[in-house]
């Protein structure tokens, strides 16, 4: 408890993607997340990626930027989700409106996650059609595995 009173809070347009990026290294037990802040056409986005050890490379998990004073969550350049206080996430210091960055981070993630999910259930509604398609016509619909090594049925 001791320690939790010395954990720096911040209003929401006062934390930055550093703190963001900063946040994510010190927490980063598995020493998987990778993370860059890059600038396009004058805005700065802090890119989160995750390294993936079976293919060798980085996975865009998300990216997140701000508008406003707001942020913005982006799986790419044509899925985004504008996250602020309204989202649900509750003050750790209602009566100074104060947030731990730890909050934060945790609130961006879970829009993202949400984000990703929404995605799966789209492409797993597509594959429901092809499987229900080809067995309902006795066509031959074999399972499918990925190059993650991941058998579909």
């Known amino acids: 408890?001791?320690?939790?009173?010395?954990?720096?809070?911040k209003k929401l347009e006062e934390i930055?993607?550093?703190?963001?990026?900063n946040y994510l290294y010190d927490n980063d037990c598995d020493e998987t997340?990778?993370?860059?802040?890059?600038?396009?056409?004058?805005?700065?986005?802090?890119q989160i990626l995750e390294f993936d050890g079976h293919y060798d490379d980085d996975i865009l998990v998300c990216s997140i930027y701000k508008k406003n004073g707001d942020f913005i969550i982006c799986r790419n350049e044509g899925m985004i989700c504008p996250f602020n206080h309204a989202d649900g996430i509750e003050y750790d210091d209602e009566e100074n409106e104060l947030f731990k960055i730890s909050t934060i981070v945790a609130g961006l993630l879970s829009e993202a996650k949400t984000s990703?999910?929404?995605s799966i259930d789209y492409f797993q509604r597509q594959v429901d059609f092809i499987n229900n398609f080809c067995n309902g016509n006795h066509l031959n619909n074999p399972?499918?595995?990925t190059t993650c090594d991941i058998e579909h049925k």
């Not at 930055?16 to 990026?21: G, K, S």
């Open 116 to 118: 990703l999910c929404e």
């Open 143 to 145: 399972s499918v595995i």
């Open 33 to 46: 997340i990778t993370t860059k802040i890059v600038t396009k056409n004058d805005v700065e986005t802090l």
């Open 1 to 9: 408890m001791v320690g939790e009173n010395t954990v720096e809070m």
């Open 16 to 21: 930055t993607l550093e703190d963001i990026q």
